[in-house]
């Protein structure tokens, strides 16, 4: 694969976006789909084979729509906090390695790209709440930061664990490290930190919070806050938030499967390739539905408690333990 | 270190949680797809009424004693009956149940004496005009007979001279009693009180 320069970003560019695209919206079966199937119900079947046209008759129904700007919004912010959400996960996926040789931009910043890029996606739903100058969208934007800065302390503290030990930013790096059978992994690595399965927890944990999903669904709300930060938007602005819903899910779930999961790493330590990623990672696509499924959404307070209370304290306990073994060993 | 008992307790009952739900994702589901199937119901179920059919012949048992008639509290049964052609009981001709005074009450079926009437399973029971829940349920039974092969039922001797016409009151025109003459259940009508003009 030593395609010209221009050629290669090109392929990589339109790959990436019709990768996030496809899975957007086929996330968007798959979750009441899955949702369905948790609740013993076939989920979404008149549209197509298995239902699987869905997710199109709904692009085209919202995009048949009116995109309404309500009178009295900012109309410049309501219109760029759509655009805005959807870029940490398109731009975040170049770094992330598919496989060996699969990744668009193989930087040794990688790490610190998606995570700077990520807090966009806060940005973008903050913005839109705040513009559209709704009562329970202002709600939602509160909440919203509140919680994104609550969960990104512990987010970012097991991501130092895992920095710490594997020495790089370099996302294609830190998979390399994990070679060999699963136990190599970073989710396992117990004898350089003890209490690594928890890391994962933890960096499970707060993705979900990050990306808004149930049970922490606290900027949607739908049964509190008619549709949180979403509530004045309508047509394809409402699909677009909709959409990267799931791409950024798509992201945290790909960041998960990187630096903890192995990336490409075969669990046998043979046959590594593309396959064992995605596999990977639409298994935490697939746990992160099982989890909305299962449990309610908290309460606010008790969002805010599990974080700062629970897990920052945990994941500081873990920096400082795996730092402790990396100066002792 | 009652917390940590607590924090690893409730990390427990997730795991638990997840357990059970992903125990339901592998079970098949128990949707039922509502226009494209429907459930059968069970045989005690209370529908509307309809004709019980008579196992060899295919016919009804109805004879037309018009119990039903008198005993249904909202008028819903209209029902004639006739002699058929050499044979000593009446049988039914005509039955219909206007559906939108039915309130399934069963009056009809428990005054019934030989059990000629039944309820039946029926309850897609929507329909788009008021006239459709005119039942008319001689007809479904005549239809439901031929399609399982009975032999054809025998006509009624001819239209307008059916041995005993019943309307419900409301479409009565004279007095109630001077339409629908009085009759004993289980017995054949007296010759007496036939009309004047006999089939032929």
Redesign the interface.
């Known amino acids: 694969m030593s395609l010209p320069e221009p050629f290669r970003l090109a392929a990589f560019v339109l790959g990436i976006l019709s990768f996030v695209g496809l899975n957007a919206a086929y996330l968007v079966w798959v979750e009441p789909n899955?949702a369905?199937?948790?609740?013993?119900?076939?989920g979404p079947?008149e549209a197509g084979p298995a239902g699987l046209l869905q997710p199109i008759a709904d692009a085209l129904k919202l995009m048949s729509k009116q995109l309404i700007v309500p009178p009295g919004v900012d109309a410049t912010l309501f219109r760029t906090a759509p655009v805005l959400v959807m870029i940490p996960a398109l731009v975040g996926l170049a770094v992330i390695p598919f496989s060996e040789k699969l990744v668009a931009l193989d930087v040794n910043f990688g790490l610190l790209l998606v995570f700077a890029l990520g807090s966009i996606n806060v940005i973008a739903v903050m913005l839109a709440a705040w513009s559209s100058r709704n009562k329970y969208a202002i709600i939602a934007a509160a909440r919203v930061v509140s919680q994104n800065i609550a969960y990104e302390i512990p987010m970012l503290l097991v991501v130092i664990t895992v920095i710490l030990s594997s020495g790089t930013l370099n996302l294609n790096e830190i998979v390399r490290q994990q070679e060999g059978w699963f136990w190599n992994w970073n989710a396992f690595k117990v004898w350089v930190n003890p209490l690594a399965p928890f890391t994962f927890?933890i960096f499970f944990t707060c993705m979900l919070a990050e990306t808004n999903r149930a049970p922490f669904d606290m900027a949607e709300a739908e049964s509190e806050l008619v549709a949180g930060a979403y509530t004045e938007y309508s047509s394809m602005g409402f699909g677009v938030f909709f959409m990267a819903e799931y791409a950024n899910i798509l992201l945290g779930c790909a960041i998960g499967t990187v630096l903890f999961l192995g990336g490409w790493q075969s669990p046998i330590g043979m046959f590594s390739g593309a396959i064992w990623f995605l596999l990977k990672m639409y298994f935490l696509v697939f746990t992160v539905v099982?989890?909305r499924?299962?449990?309610p959404r908290t309460q606010f307070y008790g969002l805010l408690n599990l974080s700062w209370k629970?897990l920052i304290p945990v994941s500081l306990f873990t920096l400082l333990l795996s730092s402790a073994m990396l100066k002792l060993l | 270190m009652k917390p940590i008992r607590e924090?690893f307790s409730g990390?427990k009952s997730?795991f638990i949680?997840?357990g059970?739900?992903?125990r339901?994702?592998f079970?098949?589901?128990?949707?039922l797809?509502y226009p494209h199937e429907s459930l059968k119901m069970p045989k005690r179920f209370r529908g509307h009424i309809e004709l019980v059919r008579d196992q060899e012949t295919g016919r009804p048992l109805c004879y037309a004693c018009t119990l039903c008639q008198k005993a249904c509290p909202s008028d819903c049964i209209m029902l004639e009956g006739a002699k058929m052609e050499g044979e000593k009981k009446k049988s039914v001709t005509k039955y219909v149940l206007d559906f939108t005074k039915c309130s399934l009450c069963g009056a009809c079926v428990e005054v019934c004496p030989d059990d000629c009437i039944q309820f039946s399973n029926q309850y897609n029971l929507a329909c788009l005009s008021k006239d459709e829940y005119l039942v008319e349920l001689f007809k479904m039974l005549e239809d439901e007979s031929r399609s399982d092969g009975f032999p054809p039922w025998p006509k009624p001797p001819a239209p307008g001279v059916a041995d005993n016409k019943a309307a419900p009151a409301s479409a009565r025109s004279g007095p109630p009693s001077a339409t629908t003459p009085v009759q004993n259940p289980g017995t054949p009508r007296p010759a007496t009180e036939k009309p004047e003009e006999k089939p032929s």
């Not at chain 2, 079970?27 to 949707?31: D, L, R, S, V």
Request: charged share 10%; glycine share 10%; net charge positive.
């Open positions: 899955g369905g199937r948790f609740q013993r119900r076939p079947t927890l099982w989890i499924w299962t449990f629970i | 924090f990390l997730l949680g997840m059970i739900t992903l339901q994702f079970k098949p589901t128990i949707t797809q």
